[in-house]
């Protein structure tokens, strides 16, 4: 099988944006609010719900005020709307506390501050702002939501079936409401995060086509290398090989050859 320069890419760190962990995490916050959602319709499936007495004479002829009951004790829709409220927190924990981490970590993302004017920084800015304001928006209404359910709820677990003159219940839908804020909460965070992802790409990018046009750049505008000599060895009899760096060489052969010349002409 062939190699490919993405083979031989380091991979990202867990802290980073893009990473397994990271992708493992926005899963883990969608299914936060999926949870939270459904705890939420259970919570409201099983709701208390009032039962009105009617009204009646007493003993001295005056008559007497209507009396309500509760329909339950509320401890089913306490507890799944309890469940819930930490679902969706723990799920806002997780997804900004990892994108503070990975936020802090990225080196792309500081050219924002370096060029705040260009045209992709502002349309960022704006983005991830938008994201950011909604996603705390929709949490906050969303908790309020299932605490004014929890108060309410938690008022009527003892003594619930005895006729009182004050009943206090929650509107039908409240809760419902607060799974639908649930939901749009982790969709909102989640393109919080695909936006910033889409932002260190892009320049990632730009760091990239900078690097190759600098490196061009570099090695055209370098003067020309000389030539290198090359070093040329020869080996003569008796003798050990002798690095020269010309080629116009006699051995010692030739020159003992020439003395043996001249003096038999002498």
Same mark, same amino acid.
């Given at each position: 099988?062939?190699?490919?320069?993405?083979?031989?890419?380091?991979?990202?760190?867990?802290?980073?944006?893009?990473?397994?962990?990271?992708?493992?995490?926005?899963?883990?916050?969608?299914?936060?609010?999926?949870?939270?959602?459904?705890?939420?319709?259970?919570?409201?499936?099983?709701?208390?719900?009032?039962?009105?007495?009617?009204?009646?004479?007493?003993?001295?002829?005056?008559?007497?005020?209507?009396?309500?009951?509760?329909?339950?004790?509320?401890?089913?829709?306490?507890?799944?709307?309890?469940?819930?409220?930490?679902?969706? /927190?723990? $799920?806002?924990?997780? =997804?900004?506390?990892?994108?503070?981490? @990975?936020?802090?970590? #990225?080196? +792309?993302?500081? !050219? &924002?501050?370096?060029?705040?004017?260009?045209?992709? /920084?502002? $349309?960022?800015?704006? =983005?991830?702002?938008?994201?950011?304001? @909604?996603?705390?928006? #929709?949490? +906050?209404?969303? !908790? &309020?939501?299932?605490?004014?359910?929890?108060?309410?709820?938690?008022?009527?677990?003892?003594?619930?079936?005895?006729?009182?003159?004050?009943?206090?219940?929650?509107?039908?839908?409240?809760?419902?409401?607060?799974?639908?804020?649930?939901?749009?909460?982790?969709?909102?965070?989640?393109?919080?995060?695909?936006?910033?992802?889409?932002?260190?790409?892009?320049?990632?990018?730009?760091?990239?086509?900078?690097?190759?046009?600098?490196?061009?750049?570099?090695?055209?505008?370098?003067?020309?290398?000389?030539?290198?000599?090359?070093?040329?060895?020869?080996?003569?009899?008796?003798?050990?090989?002798?690095?020269?760096?010309?080629?116009?060489?006699?051995?010692?052969?030739?020159?003992?050859?020439?003395?043996?010349?001249?003096?038999?002409?002498?």
């Amino acid at each position: 099988m062939a190699v490919t320069h993405a083979d031989l890419a380091p991979g990202r760190k867990s802290s980073e944006l893009g990473s397994k962990t990271g992708a493992i995490l926005m899963i883990l916050t969608i299914l936060l609010g999926l949870f939270c959602f459904i705890l939420c319709l259970i919570a409201e499936a099983t709701r208390s719900e009032l039962t009105w007495d009617h009204m009646r004479n007493d003993s001295d002829g005056k008559e007497m005020k209507p009396q309500c009951k509760y329909s339950g004790s509320g401890k089913l829709p306490l507890l799944s709307a309890t469940a819930a409220f930490f679902a969706l /927190a723990m $799920a806002m924990v997780v =997804q900004h506390t990892y994108l503070l981490i @990975a936020v802090s970590k #990225s080196e +792309s993302l500081l !050219e &924002i501050a370096w060029d705040p004017d260009s045209v992709f /920084a502002k $349309a960022f800015t704006w =983005q991830a702002g938008f994201f950011f304001v @909604a996603t705390w928006m #929709s949490f +906050s209404v969303g !908790e &309020i939501l299932l605490l004014i359910g929890l108060s309410v709820e938690s008022g009527h677990l003892k003594n619930w079936a005895i006729p009182r003159t004050s009943c206090l219940i929650i509107r039908q839908g409240l809760f419902t409401a607060g799974g639908v804020f649930g939901l749009l909460t982790v969709s909102l965070a989640f393109g919080l995060y695909i936006t910033v992802l889409h932002a260190e790409t892009h320049f990632k990018k730009q760091q990239s086509t900078r690097r190759e046009i600098l490196e061009t750049s570099a090695y055209y505008a370098s003067p020309p290398r000389s030539p290198e000599r090359i070093q040329i060895i020869r080996s003569v009899p008796n003798e050990n090989p002798l690095p020269r760096q010309d080629q116009n060489y006699h051995t010692l052969h030739h020159y003992l050859t020439a003395f043996d010349k001249q003096s038999s002409l002498v």
